[in-house]
């Protein structure tokens, strides 16, 4: 079986999800059910045997060396964190204690673990952490997009807390033979992610009527990538990848914030041509800029194509369509994560602007 953390989040629930969509083999999944963690997401394997839900901290030592000794996985793929950049401004401190020293005490687990299987097991074993592109930094309009040997420059937070992280993550192959794989992969759509994010919040508020925040000129650049084409380069890489490699996973897919809005609003005009707010361009409004907000990241995923194989299978048209289906078809869903405490978190971050619009 494989130990999956972070797995009732936006992407560890679609790998999940996928995950027993194709295989037999059982997942252990444990999530500390922060406010992004959400056990709604995996309604739809509630009750298989094959999934083990586990509610607990990653920071939480003697938890995650019982689980290890109880389970026995072949592999741990490492998805919780702290994600938000936003959030990371406001309070660096949970970024540091879970992106830092979470993965730290769980590198530390996994070792122990890792040292005391036979040398098959030990061999065959894998740790694979799941990491962003927002660890190089950013980059102007002209220079090449990040590859795998593209210098770490994180400039939030919440990009200094995964790049500490990736680092602790290195040095655990490095020192400790520990067979690790990390995988950097640019900005992620699709079902189930928390609308407090630049595609579900600008969905959901279209659909509000209420206006669409963006951040300074809205020209700032990411690569996307649909979820889906994501949980498939990590099980490539776990089955395939070359141990202690790192791997940049993207979309071949740059696009300014703006023209994403856009899109959305278009193709939302096209399923909603009644609508009182078409065109749903109208309620696009900029706001101040976030405070040292990255200008573009590109990432270059030639490695992963040449070494593995893989290419996002989704182009971003057909990814957004889908996505935007999902969230019209799952309103409900919406309508319970945007409830409580997050609401109360939204409104004394942004007062009434219903969150930025920003990844
Ligand atoms: N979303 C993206 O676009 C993107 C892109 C590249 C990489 N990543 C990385 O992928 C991973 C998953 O991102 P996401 O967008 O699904 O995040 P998310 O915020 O939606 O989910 C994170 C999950 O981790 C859980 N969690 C948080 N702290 C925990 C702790 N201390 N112990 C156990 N569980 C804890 C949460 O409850 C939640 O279920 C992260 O490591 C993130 O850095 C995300």
Known sequence: MILVTGG??????????????????????????????????LAGIEGDPRHLFRHGDIGDAALLGGLLAEFRPRAVLHFAAESHVDRSILGPGDFVRTNVTGTFTLLQAAQGYWSGLDR???????????????????????????SETTPYQPNSPYSASKAASDHF????????GLPTLTTNCSNNYGP???????????????????????????????????VGDHCDAIRQVLERGRVG????????????????????????????PASPVVPHEQLISFVKDRPGHDRRYAIDARKIERELGWRPAETFETGIRKTVAWYLDNQAWVGRVQSGGYRDWISRQYGGLNGQASP
Not at 169 to 176: G, L, P
């Open 245 to 272: 490699e790192t791997y940049n996973i993207g979309g071949w897919n740059e696009q300014t914030n703006l023209s994403v809005v856009r899109l959305i609003c278009s193709i939302l005009d096209g399923l909603h």
């Open 8 to 41: 009732a989040g936006f992407i560890g629930s679609n790998f999940v999800l996928d995950w027993l969509a194709r295989s037999d083999e059982p997942v252990v999944n444990l999530d500390a059910l922060t406010y992004a963690g959400n056990l709604e997401n």
């Open 192 to 226: 189930f992610q928390f609308p407090e994010k630049l595609i579900p919040l600008v969905i959901a508020n279209a659909l509000a009527g209420k206006p669409l925040p963006i951040y300074g000129d809205g020209l700032n650049i990411r690569d996307w990538l649909y």
């Open 169 to 176: 993550v290195r040095a655990w192959h490095h020192t400790y």
């Open 120 to 146: 098959a097991a030990q061999q065959a074993f894998r740790f694979l952490h799941v990491s962003t592109d927002e660890v190089y930094g950013s980059l102007g309009p002209d220079d090449a997009s990040f």
